[in-house]
T-cell receptor, first 113, second 113 residues
């Protein structure tokens, strides 16, 4: 196990609703990245938080937003859910140093109906 | 825009055989190339990683070959075992720091006993 925990593990939401996903980073890590993994595809970078500030964003609309807390845990919020938002959402924690290992959680499986 | 292209999408290998997965990238700023292994219901786990200053790296049964001029890298799994059956992702990140990973599309490997 990586020490990165995500909650919940599964949830089902209705189109148009809002959702909040949570991630606890590994001890000693100050950087959390979020990824969206559609079924049968590779993870896509959503955004990253470093010491409570957004530190880069992928090609995702503003209805995807995030937050990092002083203990470096993080939240991913998605507003106005669409059917295509159904995916596995992964968070990864790291030290923030370039090219060091990123440790992934087990993911949250979001289904939008 | 898919900046890391991975092939094949799936492969079947007999126990004891060699699995070979190839990736090609476009962004010459990438300078860190990890491979991740993912089992169903789990997050990706780092298998092995390479930097472009070396052409090959070996860890146990896993070897990365890197060709900087061709912008290609590959994973070789020697003496493949049924427990290696998983999905493998190549990835890349640049010197901007923080491990913002760009993933390939994944290769599903099935090792037959």
């Amino acid at each position: 196990e990586t020490g990165v925990t995500q909650s919940p593990t599964h949830l089902i939401k209705t189109r148009g609703q809002q959702v909040t996903l949570r991630c606890s980073s590994q001890s000693g890590h100050n950087t959390v990245s979020w990824y969206q993994q559609a079924l049968g595809q590779g993870p896509q970078f959503i955004f990253q938080y470093y010491r409570e500030e957004e530190n880069g964003r992928g090609n995702f609309p503003p209805r995807f937003s995030g937050l990092q807390f002083p203990n470096y845990s993080s939240e991913l919020n998605v507003n106005a859910l669409e059917l295509d938002d159904s995916a596995l959402y992964l968070c990864a924690s790291s030290t923030g140093q370039p090219n060091t290992e990123a440790f992934f959680g087990q993911g949250t499986r979001l289904t939008v109906v | 825009q898919q900046q890391v292209k991975q092939s094949p999408q799936s492969l079947i290998v007999q126990k004891g055989g060699i699995s070979i997965i190839n990736c090609a990238y476009e962004n010459t700023a990438f300078d860190y190339f990890p491979w991740y292994q993912q089992f169903p219901g789990k997050g990706p786990a780092l298998l092995i990683a390479i930097r472009p200053d070396v052409s090959e790296k070996k860890e146990g049964r896993f070897t990365i070959s890197f060709n900087k001029s061709a912008k290609q890298f590959s994973l070789h799994i020697m003496d493949s075992q049924p427990g290696d059956s998983a999905t493998y992702f190549c990835a890349a990140s640049g010197p901007q720091g923080g491990n913002k990973l760009t993933f390939g599309g994944g290769t599903r490997v099935l090792v037959k006993p």
